[in-house]
């Protein structure tokens, strides 16, 4: 089945530690995206991604970083920079004049 | 500056009552697409209706439709016939540029809650 994979579900991470959060994609999209939703809000745009090795900052993208190596896969790593990280991520695709961006299941992050 | 704006954070409808969710956007772009998405309290988000800046006739899929003023820059989603399941967040979303992808933003979102 083609879709976007996130992993893990929950984390758990203590303050002062870098964590990574994976996201695969096998629908053969060029763009990709992260994004944090703080709970009862909208989505803000962390990374995207429009092709391999290229990579842009979002809105806040601070405390954050990515990588781009393959087309499969995007993945975030929140580091002991991010202030406050505990959020909802979610990842995102997009093939190329598409019309739908194409959602993980997100992954829930909290700092203990 | 906000580009989604969603004025709407909560509201309340009955069940088989229609509902108008609210968004405007600021680009200035003249290519640019326009999207609705849900998404329940499991967190994922479901994809309902996309809107073209070209396409000259509002978008529909099933109980969706989107109700596209270009001039006002205005892209309201209608629910008919709503159903206790379409109790979730929704959120309006842009995507500025045609063949290359600009950051894809969305609104802050309208909390709907369908009653009996």
């Not at chain 1, 002991?80 to 093939?95: D, H, I, R, V, W």
């Not at chain 2, 956007?25 to 999207?35: A, E, M, N, V």
Request: net charge negative.
């Amino acid at each position: 089945d083609g879709g976007i994979t996130q992993s893990p579900k929950y984390l758990f991470r203590k303050e002062g530690q870098n964590v990574t959060l994976s996201c695969e994609q096998n629908l053969n999209h060029d763009a990709m995206y992260w994004y944090r939703q703080d709970p009862g809000q909208g989505l803000r745009l962390i990374y995207y991604s429009q092709i391999v090795n290229d990579f842009q900052k979002g809105d806040i993208a601070e405390g954050y970083s990515v990588s781009r190596e393959k087309k499969e896969s995007f993945p975030l790593t929140v580091t002991s920079a991010q202030k406050n990280p505990t959020a909802f991520y979610l990842c995102a695709s997009e093939g190329r004049a598409d019309t739908e961006a194409f959602f993980g299941q997100g992954t829930r992050l909290t700092v203990v | 500056a906000q580009k989604i704006t969603q004025t709407q954070p909560g509201m309340f409808v009955q069940e088989k009552e229609a509902v108008t969710l609210d968004c405007t956007y600021d680009t200035s772009d003249q290519s640019y697409g326009l999207f609705w998405y849900k998404q329940p309290s499991s967190g994922e988000m479901i994809f309902l209706i996309y809107q073209g800046s070209y396409d000259e006739q509002n978008a529909t899929e099933g109980r969706y439709s989107l109700n596209f003023q270009k001039a006002r820059k205005s892209a309201n989603l209608v629910i008919s016939a709503s159903q206790l399941g379409d109790s979730a967040m929704y959120f309006c979303a842009m995507r500025e540029g045609r063949d290359s992808w600009g950051k894809f933003q969305f609104g802050a979102g309208t909390q709907v809650v369908v009653t009996p």
